[in-house]
């Protein structure tokens, strides 16, 4: 009877501190989801115009996309776009910069 009462009490600790800690469990980090692919960031850039992508490279760090492709005239561009949004923050063509 009391090995009974003390496997009781024993589990039901254990159950407690089990629903605790997966009620304070580190949330889980959704951010992804709302990141930009890099097939539809291609289609954002090709409606605005670009095109010839040599390159496109992810940098989570700075929650950008870089890429290096020609513009609507032609000319070699480095892009950086938001990660999120797709807004290009930087275009430099040639040693000029746009924002």
């Known amino acids: 009877m009391i090995r009974n009462?003390?496997?009781l009490f024993i589990s039901s600790s254990m159950c407690c501190l089990l629903q605790s800690y997966i009620a304070h469990?580190?949330?889980?980090?959704t951010?992804?989801?709302n990141m930009l692919s890099v097939p539809?960031?291609?289609q954002q850039?090709?409606?605005?115009?670009?095109?010839d992508f040599r390159m496109?490279?992810?940098e989570r760090k700075h929650n950008e996309i870089a890429v290096k492709a020609r513009n609507k005239g032609g000319e070699a561009v480095e892009l950086e776009m938001d990660l999120?949004?797709?807004?290009?923050?930087?275009?430099?063509?040639h040693g000029t910069e746009t924002q």
Request: aromatic share 8%; glycine share 6%.
């Open 5 to 7: 009462v003390k496997v």
């Open 25 to 29: 469990a580190d949330p889980v980090d």
């Open 31 to 33: 951010s992804a989801v």
């Open 40 to 42: 539809s960031a291609m």
């Open 45 to 51: 850039l090709e409606s605005d115009g670009y095109y």
């Open 56 to 58: 496109i490279k992810i």
């Open 84 to 93: 999120y949004t797709g807004v290009i923050l930087h275009e430099k063509t």
